[in-house]
């Protein structure tokens, strides 16, 4: 979804990604996930004072209850507002176990 402009006038974008806990443990978000327009990673987004309506910049350091959904979500910058965002989480090992490109935000 695109975002208010963040304190340094760059256009920016939210994203929110929906989290189960499908472990048999209380744990925080386990998967690192990466944000890139046309290859070059996204810098976060500094929203300042006024920020964004409804971004929670802490959410993604909730502790999940096992079987337990949540919303995480990211502000970034953008390179590109025409441009596709390419969502990449990994693991924790060398191998990412999915990639998602952003739907169109406008």
Do not use: C
């Not at 090992?93 to 169109?104: I, K, M, R």
């Amino acid at each position: 979804m695109r975002a208010v402009d963040d304190a340094q006038g760059r256009k920016t974008v939210l994203l929110t990604v929906e989290w189960e806990n499908t472990t048999a443990y209380t744990t925080g978000l386990v998967p690192t996930f990466t944000f890139s327009q046309h290859g070059i990673v996204l810098d976060k987004a500094a929203y300042g004072d006024e920020g964004q309506a409804g971004f929670e910049e802490a959410s993604r350091f909730r502790t999940v209850l096992p079987g337990t959904k949540t919303s995480i979500q990211f502000g970034y910058a953008l390179i590109d507002e025409a441009a596709p965002v390419l969502l990449q989480v990994a693991d924790g090992t060398p191998n990412a176990f999915g990639s998602e490109t952003v739907p169109e935000m406008r």
